[in-house]
């Protein structure tokens, strides 16, 4: 049993190690300039440089190279990493919390409302605030995406819902507002439809130090919240029944859960657009390894997340800039599928 228990503390310990190598390597390979003579070595010199105040000769090539790195690479690498970390961690906790393996941070329905709050800003110019421009279109997702959550809060305070329930509704919700978006798409030009098709498949193009401090906030302050209710999510995830019979409230934690998910995949969404299969894939990923403990899976997933949407941006870059929501999407639903064989196999899996 010790060696067991060692054997098992070492594989978290290791997928944790492996995840920030992975993470560190591809912040480094995404900031790489477009300089003859600025490599990988010298990318990492540059950003320690930077961050101790050194400065280069003017126009000099590092000092082009420092100019490009710190201003648009970094920015860029940093938000892929707040962004998968935050839906990463938003997947395991709708996993647990409705002990579902197919459930994920958009399954209420958050995904469709942040695209109507946003298409409704680009096409029709409806402002649900009264902040306009880029920022105007980042807060009406915001709004947006948290319409189908609270709307699902106020229906599960008069009805009794199972996990089931609560993600059929979040489908009606999203069948609801895809259809809004549909017709505001096709009454609208040509290249209109095309920033709202954009906005719509996900991307960290344009991502600025300005656009991060909510994103950081929000995932931050969120990922403590889940960690500390860790061992709530792990006995939710043994069924309901098991839950109250332990002293859980499971009708006002389930909620509580709904809401910071809402909050935090909202802030995400609102900047990036929709990437999926990040909150779906990375705590499979990293239940297969090291167990269906949230209190260790909760954070693994969170480098796991930020990694797999690192990888998928250094793709997405190298391939002429397409979207990385495209990119996620061809690496995510292969992963999926390989997983779910996997998991068909084995008798007895429980996720939590």
Not at 89 to 113: F, R, V
Not at 123 to 141: Q, R
Not at 167 to 188: D, E, K
Not at 249 to 255: A, E, L, M, P, S
Request: overall charge neutral; glycine content about 8%; hydrophobic content about 55%.
């Amino acid at each position: 049993m010790k060696v067991e228990y060692h054997r098992a503390i070492a594989r978290k310990i290791l997928l944790l190690i492996v995840c920030i190598i992975g993470i560190v390597l591809f912040v480094g390979l995404l900031s790489i300039s477009n300089y003859e003579g600025v490599g990988l070595k010298e990318t990492y010199e540059i950003i320690w440089n930077h961050i101790c105040g050194n400065e280069y000769p003017l126009k000099s090539l590092e000092w082009w190279a420092d100019r490009y790195i710190w201003n648009t690479a970094l920015p860029h690498a940093l938000a892929a990493i707040v962004a998968g970390a935050a839906l990463a961690i938003c997947g395991t906790m709708m996993q647990s919390m409705m002990s579902n393996p197919l459930a994920d941070p958009y399954s209420t329905g958050i995904s469709s409302g942040a695209c109507f709050g946003a298409v409704a800003a680009i096409i029709v110019g409806i402002s649900m605030t009264s902040v306009s421009g880029e920022m105007g279109i980042v807060c009406n997702a915001f709004i947006g995406a948290l319409i189908p959550a609270l709307l699902i809060v106020f229906i599960s305070q008069r009805i009794r819902m199972s996990p089931a329930t609560l993600i059929l509704l979040g489908t009606a919700i999203s069948y609801f507002f895809n259809s809004l978006i549909t017709y505001m798409m096709v009454t609208t030009d040509a290249d209109t439809l095309k920033n709202a098709y954009m906005w719509q498949i996900g991307s960290l193009d344009g991502m600025t130090w300005s656009s991060l401090p909510i994103m950081v906030i929000v995932t931050v302050i969120g990922s403590i919240v889940v960690m500390m209710a860790a061992n709530k999510l792990n006995v939710l995830s043994l069924g309901e029944n098991s839950a109250i019979s332990l002293g859980v409230d499971v009708q006002r934690f389930r909620t509580a859960c709904l809401v910071l998910m809402a909050i935090m995949t909202a802030a995400i969404v609102s900047f990036t657009g929709i990437i999926g299969f990040v909150g779906l894939v990375a705590p499979h990923l990293v239940r297969m390894i090291i167990g269906s403990d949230n209190r260790f899976v909760a954070p693994i997933s969170m480098v796991m997340g930020a990694l797999l949407l690192l990888v998928a941006d250094y793709i997405a870059f190298e391939l002429s800039n397409i979207p990385v929501g495209v990119v996620m999407s061809i690496i995510g639903s292969p992963v999926f599928f390989a997983l779910i064989m996997d998991q068909s196999r084995k008798a007895g899996v429980v996720y939590g």
